[in-house]
């Protein structure tokens, strides 16, 4: 992840009259900015000494500046295609799904495939998929690849099964059901190799402009044989390196960690699959789905631990990070034995320096959290699936009973015995919407997993610096990279799960710098502008 501008024209930065979030100075209403850094933060009257040395000077007019967010978690080219395509997490009903693909199709008659994303036949009142017979009607025959919300499963048409040879031989084919696995992966790599460079380029600009727009200044994106192509990855890249906006730090999920490294990636790690997701019944767990047709059926398990502990043996000796997508209980913990069998070869201190990852980590028990706190081991985790899927009526209930689902996504315990944490949102399976990430974990819908919205806040800027092996960024200190954002909104306040614990921290003699309120039903942050590196890449037109 290289420091280098996109331009070297830096300009030296005054801000003032305003809010700025910072450990440095609770009280802070100014910020100087200086090649591409933070220089100096503190008080309106000091920030007078600055102004005759500046470039520019910026009246914040009481408007908030924090860290940008980091979102741990993104599939940048499908998060730019829903933006751009064919989007049906909006859909109520297989009808209204229907109309949607029948209207798209006949709008971009020159695309030599269609893709889109987000069904969610759980929230229909049809309760099933659309069948390949009425997506061919709906197509006029063309291909189409269409996503369930989670991205772990997918409808077709005949026409895109037609260009994966054997595709019906594989695993996760049965005719007339989504695809899974094996065939959903072959399927997805000649879908997305349809794809013109400029339908790529086209989407990950999208995203990128987007993800500014929300005030997100790095994203995590996690690649892989079977998610993208190789193609895609080093594209996203190397316009990241070209054009202003978010960072991209690359991720590529491959038990060949030499490759990982000569695609530019960071780790061999991030959706590397140790099973799938609860949606589409295919996070392995340790007791049966409870509304599956087959009573025994405990999911998919992609990887066991001697597969794990090999793949982070080999990451660690590299000096790269490995890890692993793992949703259910089974798997967790068989990527729990894995980390631990590698710290037995090369030892505890050089594991838990290497800063490997969990993606998800969904279905903890007290034992997989010790382990993850005793291994050093990262939970990168996404706050909106519970907000989506979670509380008495959610998906979560519906696949696993409502014992099992209470037990889902424990930042609480995540946060107390001492595990990193590092916010995303798995885009497109659930918004880039960081204040909304921030919202879903501080009133997480099972109370005991909630944290305070400083804790949240934190996961989601400086958890992701930190889970990149960063210790230097994601606050507004003196030395640290200049990525934030202006913000409008209403009054800061600060906000614990039980006002008992931290009654304390809301009175202004504590210091504890204040946030926006993000009690359900108010009105979310707007960004203003969005700076990474010193260099503005968003500015909301009209402000």
Not at 52 to 58: A, I, K, L, N
Not at 150 to 160: E, P
Not at 169 to 175: A, C, K, L, Q, V
Not at 237 to 256: F, K, N, S
Request: glycine share 10%; aromatic share 6%; net charge negative.
């Amino acid at each position: 992840m290289s420091e280098t501008p996109i331009d070297s024209e830096h300009r030296t930065v005054l801000l003032r009259g305003g809010e700025v979030h910072s450990p440095a100075d609770p009280f802070a209403t100014a910020m100087v900015v200086e090649r591409g850094h933070v220089a100096w933060v503190g008080s309106e009257g000091a920030a007078d000494a600055f102004a005759s040395g500046v470039d520019e000077v910026v009246d914040l007019e009481g408007a908030l500046v924090t860290p940008a967010f980091v979102d741990a978690h993104v599939h940048t080219t499908a998060t730019g295609l829903a933006l751009t395509g064919l989007d049906l997490s909006s859909a109520t009903s297989l009808a209204e799904a229907a109309e949607l693909i029948r209207s798209y199709a006949a709008a971009r008659p020159a695309d030599r495939i269609l893709i889109g994303h987000g069904w969610d036949a759980a929230r229909w009142p049809e309760r099933r998929a659309p069948r390949r017979e009425e997506l061919d009607e709906l197509t006029g025959g063309r291909p189409l690849y269409l996503t369930r919300i989670d991205v772990h499963s997918a409808v077709v048409t005949t026409a895109l099964l037609d260009l994966v040879p054997g595709v019906r031989d594989r695993s996760g084919f049965r005719d007339g059901e989504p695809l899974t696995g094996d065939a959903h992966h072959a399927v997805r790599a000649a879908a997305y190799a349809a794809l013109s460079p400029a339908q790529r380029t086209e989407a990950q600009r999208a995203a990128r402009l987007h993800a500014a727009s929300l005030g997100i200044g790095t994203l995590h994106e996690c690649g892989g044989p079977e998610i993208s192509s190789e193609d895609d990855f080093t594209g996203l890249l190397d316009l990241a390196r070209t054009e202003r906006g978010p960072r991209v730090v690359g991720y590529w999920a491959d038990l060949d960690v030499e490759r990982a490294r000569a695609l530019g990636a960071l780790g061999a790690a991030g959706d590397l699959f140790a099973d799938g997701s609860l949606g589409s019944h295919t996070a392995c767990l340790h007791e049966a789905y409870a509304d599956h047709a087959d009573a025994a059926h405990t999911g998919v398990s992609h990887l066991d631990a001697a597969t794990i502990a090999a793949h982070v043996v080999a990451a660690t000796e590299a000096g790269l990070q490995a890890g692993f997508h793992a949703i259910g209980d089974a798997a967790v913990t068989a990527v729990v034995d894995g980390v631990r069998a590698a710290s037995e070869k090369l030892g505890l201190a050089r594991i838990r320096a290497a800063r490997h990852r969990v993606e998800h980590a969904e279905m903890l028990t007290p034992e997989t959290i010790a382990a993850f706190a005793e291994l050093g081991l990262t939970a990168s985790v996404q706050p909106a699936f519970d907000a989506a899927w979670g509380g008495e009526d959610g998906m979560y209930v519906e696949r696993l009973g409502a014992e099992r689902a209470r037990t889902l996504n424990p930042y609480a315990a995540l946060l107390r015995a001492g595990v990193p944490l590092a916010f995303g949102s798995d885009s497109p399976v659930t918004p880039l919407d960081p204040w909304g990430t921030v919202r879903a974990a501080a009133f997480h819908r099972t109370p005991e997993h909630r944290i305070s919205v400083r804790a949240a806040f934190t996961a989601h800027t400086r958890g992701g610096w930190r889970a990149v092996g960063r210790d230097d960024a994601g606050t507004l200190v003196p030395g640290a990279p200049a990525d934030y954002a202006i913000w409008r909104t209403d009054e800061l306040v600060v906000q614990a799960p039980d006002d008992r614990v931290a009654r304390w921290s809301t009175d202004p003699r504590s210091g504890t710098p204040g946030l926006p309120d993000l009690t359900p039903g108010r009105e979310l942050p707007v960004c203003l502008r969005t700076v990474v590196f010193g260099q503005t890449v968003f500015v909301r037109p009209n402000e």
